[in-house]
């Protein structure tokens, strides 16, 4: 057998006939810059993960750097990311000028650890920044308590969690904005790149609106420095009907990942735990494992593929040299980059192909303890 870590024909092949209804709508409206589509889909998705205000981007990266410029965070300030994440929550405040200040984790959810947010604020400090990684989320009551006391903003990056809840209540507006993306493995995803910026306050959506479309509001006016940033209308109408589907497929995810839990028990792996506020969307099974390569090795020699989310921490990547930082400073977030491992996971992923999954990590010679 021969599973891929991710393969997009198969999603595509159970909706061909609404994506093609919906791609070919958008082909011979003759309309493919914003427009109606676009302002369906963001109404749908506004909608869906209750918020008021829902502005399609380009993609995630620029989402978040959209807010970022709509909070007016800019050269000089700083904003409280986690040590743990993917390098487009770093980046997205470089973009501005700003500096990211690395939070270590908590090894329950591998989220930023609110516990250690206070330390890290210093008067030029602006915002927080946490992640939901691979679909859990965050801690937010605490992290909304702090940035309250200090008068900072908190932004979301939610790119991985669409569709998650923390304490019963869909990510989409627990802070001042939230950032996805739509890339196409995400959750929910385009036909290619796309993203959006959810929010329930009107000025952060209606400055984000205007900075994604050149600074304009009226054609050729240009009341700011803008960029170009728009969601393709042909990505919209793909997400509206993708949408419909995306808490069946969350339920599919979440049975597979229920399968692994208990499958995987006793083999010595760290399985991932889910926080007791946290409704998880499983956008990444990880596990970890101190013999991450060699089992990698071993289940890619039996046809399974996995990938490693992320192999270097963003403190460690030659990208951030300038900010002086060396091996051993953000000792948790090292150790989880150097022993993760994400699972084949998906909803379009069989059941046989999971059991099959598990039988090559139970034939690995990591998986000492056997009880069977
Ligand atoms: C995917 C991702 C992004 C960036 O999204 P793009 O659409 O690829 O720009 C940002 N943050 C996290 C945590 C992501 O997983």
Same mark, same amino acid.
């Given at each position: ?16 006939? !609404? +994506?093609? @209804? #919906? ?6 409206? $003759? ?7 676009? =302002? ?15 502005? $399609?981007?380009?993609? &995630? ?10 909070? !007016?965070? *800019? ?5 409280? /990311? ?14 501005? *000028? ?24 210093? @008067? ?31 932004? !979301? ?14 990510? &989409? ?14 959750? +929910? ?5 796309? *993203? ?6 009107? @000025? ?8 994604? %479309?050149? $600074? ?5 006016? %240009? ?39 208990? #499958? ?26 101190? =013999? ?12 399974? $593929? ?46 046989? !192909?999971?059991?099959? /999954? ?10 000492? /303890?056997?009880?069977?």
């Amino acid at each position: 057998m021969k599973i891929p870590y991710f393969e997009l024909q198969s999603a595509y092949q159970e909706l061909k006939r !609404e +994506l093609d @209804e #919906a791609v070919s709508r958008v082909v011979s409206s $003759g309309w493919y810059i914003l427009g109606s589509e676009v =302002e369906a889909f963001e109404q749908e998705y506004a909608a869906y993960v209750g918020a008021r205000h829902c502005v $399609g981007v380009a993609n &995630g990266l620029d989402a978040l750097y959209l807010a970022l410029r709509a909070m !007016e965070v *800019g050269p000089g300030d700083e904003v409280i /990311v986690p040590s743990n994440t993917y390098i487009a929550t770093w980046l997205a405040v470089s973009y501005v *000028g700003a500096t990211p200040v690395p939070v270590e984790p908590e090894m329950l959810s591998y989220n930023l650890d609110p516990a250690r947010v206070e330390a890290a604020i210093t @008067e030029r400090t602006r915002a927080i920044l946490p992640v939901h990684l691979y679909g859990q989320p965050t801690d937010l009551d605490p992290l909304l308590q702090i940035a309250r006391k200090h008068g900072l903003w908190l932004l !979301e990056d939610a790119a991985q969690a669409h569709g998650a809840r923390y304490k019963g209540q869909r990510i &989409g507006a627990h802070g001042d904005a939230v950032a996805w993306s739509f890339y196409p493995n995400k959750n +929910l995803g385009a036909l290619g790149d796309g *993203g959006a910026v959810t929010t329930n306050h009107p @000025e952060l959506a209606d400055r984000i609106r205007v900075l994604r %479309n050149y $600074g304009s509001r009226v054609k050729y006016v %240009n009341e700011v420095k803008g960029v170009n940033s728009r969601l393709d209308p042909i990505h919209a109408a793909a997400m509206r009907v993708k949408l419909k589907y995306l808490d069946e497929w969350n339920d599919r995810r979440r049975a597979l990942a229920a399968y692994y839990l208990e #499958a995987l028990q006793d083999t010595g792996l760290i399985l991932p735990q889910t926080a007791p506020y946290a409704e998880h969307v499983w956008h990444i099974f990880a596990v970890l494992s101190p =013999e991450r390569d060699a089992l990698q090795k071993h289940l890619a020699e039996r046809g399974v $593929g996995t990938l490693i989310h992320y192999p270097i921490p963003p403190h460690l990547q030659a990208a951030y040299r300038d900010l002086g930082y060396k091996p051993g400073d953000f000792p948790l977030s090292e150790r989880i980059h150097a022993q993760e491992l994400s699972l084949p996971l998906g909803p379009q992923l069989r059941l046989e !192909e999971a059991e099959y /999954v598990v039988e090559a990590v139970r034939s690995f010679r990591g998986s000492v /303890v056997d009880s069977r």
